[in-house]
């Protein structure tokens, strides 16, 4: 987004739950399940802020193929 970014504070507990709440209202969940559902997958989320330009968020899930074998692996 072009938004307001992430204080370097705000960011350290992003991915905590309960704890990686902004912005008032939230439960601090959201990032926390998120990076959970896509490291489970074989993947990464990251986020990139900057003050006053904004945040970037990036979901990597590897390809079908290579869940598979990750499967496999662990079988």
Avoid: N, W, Y
Wanted: glycine letters at 16%; proline letters at 5%.
């Amino acid at each position: 987004d072009t938004g307001p970014g992430l204080p370097a504070k705000a960011q350290e507990h992003l991915f905590t739950p309960f704890q990686g709440g902004v912005s008032k209202g939230g439960t601090g969940l959201g990032l926390a399940i998120s990076k959970s559902l896509a490291e489970l997958h074989g993947g990464t989320l990251k986020i990139r802020s900057a003050v006053d330009r904004g945040t970037i968020v990036a979901v990597r899930i590897p390809v079908k193929g290579a869940c598979e074998a990750q499967q496999k692996a662990a079988a």
